[in-house]
């Protein structure tokens, strides 16, 4: 069993900056590959970033290249999510998800992950 637990949400303006945290539980956190998700009221759930066991593979949306970077710090168990340049469409509740892979393929969709987070909301105003 895997615990995951979201944290750095919050209000933000159009344009401005936050970072996510994702803690995971357990002593395998590196055998993983780590996704975000976002969902808004009414709309399935979608991808956004993914970080395998090696970071030197990692895979966004389109919608958030060039603004968004994931990242992870396995002596904390932690994945991060830095949020930059921030729309109004980026609104949403921002889940991390756990799959567990020793390979550094792509993970894009929702029923491949194993483990999910609580979420934490993200609005951005315009």
């Known amino acids: 069993q895997v615990q995951l637990v979201e944290s750095g949400g919050g209000l933000v303006q159009a344009g401005g900056s936050l970072k996510l945290s994702c803690a995971a539980s357990?002593?395998?956190?590196?055998?993983?590959?780590m996704g975000w998700f976002r969902q808004a009221p009414g709309k399935e759930r979608e991808f956004v970033a993914n970080i395998g066991w090696s970071s030197a593979y990692t895979y966004y949306t389109d919608s958030v290249k060039g603004r968004f970077t994931i990242s992870r710090d396995n002596a904390k168990n932690t994945v991060y999510l830095q949020m930059n340049s921030l729309k109004p469409e980026d609104t949403g509740v921002y889940y991390c998800?756990?799959?567990?892979?020793?390979?550094?393929?792509?993970?894009?969709?929702?029923?491949?992950?194993?483990?999910w987070g609580q979420g934490t909301q993200v609005t951005v105003s315009s």
């Open positions: 998800a756990a799959k567990f892979s020793l390979s550094g393929r792509a993970y894009r969709m929702t029923d491949e992950y194993n483990y």
């Open positions: 357990g002593r395998t956190f590196s055998s993983y590959s």
